[in-house]
């Protein structure tokens, strides 16, 4: 099971934890430091410090002048110093460009030993003070009046407490809640005001007659435009479609230039509808998969949007747009599709688990217009405060129904708690089940949905579906007669529903002098980029990988899909085929099914159906088969503890 799950899902961030003090040393990596504005309000805070060091690589050299003092701060506070996996303590060593060596602890205190240059070890020390004084005002050197603040804090936290029926006294949490809230309100109340509306109707576009608009949408993917929850009075009604790239952009003409060097012929069905509700400032949920031209859709209004706010962006504090992605590659991907789009200057950092780290906080920390990120990278930057997100004005949650599927709630939820709530957000789903729609709930103002294509699962129209019956035992030998026969320019994927096998289908091949690539999630991440840029490029025609390549993955010219291991969810199906038959061209799906898969044998013949393909007999025997089977197992009162799958003597 575990192993079937191969995604490239990344950890919450730990909780710091200081270790039992020992010495304790990191020198091998280097960080720019705390961060806490953007650019140069940002710039501010360390090269204050350390400005001429700023470049400066971690080196021996910077270790020369071996001076050394110890200071002394309490042991709880050590995690602190340290942060999670050392990442603090290499930011401070980097900004103050002392060594800091964590040393021997008396149980209530520990000293810290910092080494290098006097100016160096009084930078160590200041930060390491303010670190230790931020929250409890208690460091060896506080002060008096410190001391009082920590006397008030103390006061604070008993207004916070209650005494229960049983006389314990416990968190009065209606109070701290309400207390909290308030504080929040405070903070929020002081940011400058969000600009939204930057759409001007064209005259062609608010002339077309609710019949046209009709008829325009049934021959668009049949998309459907409704709000998603109750369409209260006093709510705009939802704006037409533009039909054309000036109707959407006539007022900026350098992002319709843009649009112009990409020799896009006309918006995509999304974008018509997506455009007009964005530029205007509604909040919008677009049930469309990849392909679809959703990135654009809601890229392109978040540029306006960055330009168009009042406060001038390097005075800003933080960031302004930031999208939310479940995985590396589909994060990586739209900021490719970011970086196609130059538009005043605007810039964008793409934060994900398993790139670098140290880059990615350094280019943060020099201001960035557009973060891109995957839920956890992004926490743990805020965690360690190399990224302010408040002023988050317009928010992009790509790909929600993935990110719930991948267990990423709780840190979507973190990550949106300190937004303002005043702010533009858009969500893009493949599919509209209930996680989805709590979390549109929660955090989206009388969103307008866009529903391209069906709601259910949409088969991809344009992917020729065709089905293979194999014994398990016989799926190598069928999987590599179809790939020693390929044509020259055919291109495919192969999807295992194991690491372990398409590690072997992978070495079988490379033993057999077949040039192909590897994706999966035991590769690491510059070995995955590689992968996929070799497939893109066109170095090797043939990538074996299992369900992370599933979704989000662009490969243009791929003419063929080859289920080796039929998905465990039928979703995944829908997802694996949908990465051929892009952009206008045919593809091909092979799916080897084998008696394992019996179960999933009628919602494959629904989705057959309803993309009009051939359901062969031998698929619609193997779901009766499996129908009469439950119910011979209900009626017998079992039903229970044995799965559905693998009962081959029902066959
Ligand atoms: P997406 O659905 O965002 O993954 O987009 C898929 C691909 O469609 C990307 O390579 C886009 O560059 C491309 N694309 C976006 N908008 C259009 C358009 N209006 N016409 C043709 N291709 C487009």
Redo the contacts with the bound molecule.
Sequence with gaps: MADFDDDWREEEPVAVQAPPVHSYEFRSNTFRGRFRGNRGRNSGNWREHGGQHSNKRRDDSRFEENNTSVITVSSAKVGRIIGKGGSKIRDLEFESTAKIKIGESDGQETQITLSGTNEAISRASDMINDLVKEEYGRSRQSTNQETDKFSQSNDDRKRFMTTNADGVEVIDWDKLNAFHDQHQNERWSQLPPIVKEFYIEDPEVAAMSPTDVKKWRRANHDIQVKRTFDDKPGLRPIPNPVLTFEQAFQHYPEILEEIRK?D?????PI?SQAWPILLRGDDMIGI?????????AFLLPALIHIDGQPIPREEREGPTVLILAPTRELAL?IEK?VS?YQYKGIKSVCLYGGGDRREQIKIVTKGVDIVIATPGRLNDLVMARHLNIINFSYIVLDEADRMLDMGFEPQIRKSLFDVRPDRQTVMTSATWPTGVRRLAESYMKDPIQVNVGSLDLAAVHTVSQKIMFVEEDDKEAVLFDFLFNMEPNDKVIVFCGKKAMATHIYTELCLKGIECQALHGDRDQSDREAALEDMVVGNVNILIATDVASR?I?I?DLTHVVNLDFPRHIEEYVHRIGRTG??GKTGIALSFVSRNDWAHARELINILEEANQEVPEELEKMAERFEAMKLKREREGGGRGRGSRGRRDRW
């Design positions: 990409q896009f012929e006309q918006p995509s974008q469309a998969q990849t392909g679809t031209g959703k990135t654009l991907q599709e196609k989000g662009d243009k892009r952009a």
